[in-house]
C-alpha cells in the first residue's frame, strides 16, 4: 500500500511538473480591484504586457472594483487554483480587509503571494497659504492649532487615511479627516478650498514641480526616486517619527491552492519582470517606484500591515464605509 501511495505521489508531481513546464496555454487573467487609471491599475497593464511577450499568451486585465476591493479578491477566491486567474493586491485593500469582520476568504491564508512589483508614494503637501515650511513646522502648527485644521485623503480606509492617522497617533496631534478621492484632493487644494492633504504622488507631482503647492514629505522609509528632494517623515528629526514609515505598494498573488511548480515559476517570472530595468522606467514614466519583494517579505509584510490596521482602525475608530 506505502508502495503504491509513493508512486501515486510521484505521478503527481510530474504531473504538476509538466503543467507548470506548459504554462500559460492560454490566456491569463489579473483581476484589479480598482477603477482604471490608478497606481493598482497602471501596474497591472504595465506588468501584464511584458508577462504577455514572455509568455506568448494573452494577459487580461480585468478592473473589477468594490467592497475596498473584496468584490475583486472574492471573485480570484472562488476561481480555479490553475494560476489563470491572479490578483492585484494593494496595501489599501489589505487596510479594509482588516476592517471586515467577515469575509468568504482570508487574504493571508488563502492567496499565495508571487511578489510585490511597485509601490505609489504617499505625500502630504500643504497650500502655499499655510505656515509651515518643513514637516517639522507643520507638527507644531498642527500642535497649535489644537484640532482646529483638517486633512483630506484619498478616501476612508485607504493607506493615506491610516498614514495620517499613525502620525497623529505618533506626535500626539489633531485634525479632522475629510474622505476624497486623490485627484478631486489635489484640485481642491490649488482652489483654496483644502489646506492639507495626503495623497499619492503622481497626480500632485507636476503642481509641487511648479510651486503651486508645498510638500513637506512622503510617508515611505526611502524617498522616491520620481521626487527625491521631498524628505521621508522619519527625516523629519522627531525622535517619536524615526521609524515612522507606511508604504502603498501594489503586487500579486494566486490562490492558496495553485501548485508549488507553478508558484515557483510564477515567482521567477514576477522577479524578473519586476527588476527589468525597462519596466522600471515604465513604472517611473507613470510616478510608480520599483518595490519588489521575494513571496517571503510579501507575506511578512501582508500579515504585519493586517495587524498594523487593525490596530489603528480601533485608535483612530476607523470603519469601511
Not at 477603477?35 to 491599475?41: E, I, K, V
Not at 472562488?78 to 487574504?107: I, W
Not at 481642491?188 to 513637506?216: E, Y
Request: glycine share 8%; hydrophobic share 40%.
Amino acid at each position: 500500500m506505502k508502495y503504491f501511495l509513493q508512486i501515486g505521489l510521484l505521478l503527481a508531481g510530474l504531473v504538476c511538473s509538466a503543467f507548470a513546464q506548459d504554462y500559460p496555454s492560454r490566456p491569463v487573467k489579473v483581476i484589479v480591484t480598482y477603477p482604471p487609471g490608478g497606481g493598482a491599475d497602471v501596474t497591472a497593464r504595465i506588468v501584464g504586457q511584458r508577462l504577455s511577450e514572455l509568455w506568448k499568451q494573452p494577459v487580461l486585465i480585468e478592473n473589477k472594483p468594490g467592497g475596498g476591493g473584496n468584490v475583486g479578491a472574492d471573485f480570484v477566491y472562488h476561481a480555479q487554483a490553475d494560476g489563470y486567474t491572479l490578483l492585484l493586491v494593494s496595501a489599501s485593500q489589505v487596510g479594509n480587509a482588516a476592517l471586515l469582520e467577515k469575509t468568504t476568504f482570508d487574504l493571508v491564508s488563502d492567496f499565495a503571494p508571487i511578489g510585490l512589483v511597485s509601490s505609489s508614494p504617499i505625500v502630504i503637501a500643504v497650500n502655499n497659504r499655510v505656515k509651515a515650511n518643513t514637516f517639522k513646522e507643520f507638527i507644531a502648527l498642527l500642535k497649535s492649532e489644537a484640532g482646529k485644521m483638517d486633512y483630506a485623503s484619498c478616501g476612508i480606509a485607504t493607506t493615506h487615511h491610516f498614514a495620517m492617522e499613525l502620525l497623529k497617533y505618533q506626535t500626539g496631534t489633531k485634525a479632522q479627516h475629510i474622505p476624497y478621492k486623490c485627484a478631486s484632493a489635489v484640485n481642491d487644494l490649488l482652489g483654496n478650498q483644502l489646506d492639507v492633504i495626503a495623497v499619492t504622488l503622481p497626480p500632485a507631482l507636476p503642481f509641487i514641480q511648479q510651486g503651486k503647492m508645498r510638500a513637506l514629505a512622503v510617508t515611505s522609509a526611502k524617498r522616491s526616486p520620481n521626487a527625491p528632494s521631498i524628505p521621508t517623515v522619519s527625516e523629519s528629526g522627531m525622535a517619536e517619527l524615526k521609524d515612522y514609515a507606511v508604504e502603498n505598494y501594489y503586487g500579486l498573488v494566486a490562490h492558496a491552492g495553485t501548485f508549488k511548480a507553478l508558484m515557483k515559476k510564477l515567482e521567477a517570472d514576477i522577479k524578473a519582470v519586476s527588476l527589468d530595468p525597462a519596466i522600471q522606467n515604465k513604472l517611473a514614466g507613470a510616478g510608480l517606484d520599483t518595490f519588489y519583494k521575494t513571496p517571503e517579505q510579501t507575506l511578512s509584510l501582508l500579515s504585519s500591515d493586517i495587524d498594523f490596521y487593525k490596530k489603528m482602525s480601533k485608535i483612530a475608530n476607523i470603519k469601511q464605509e
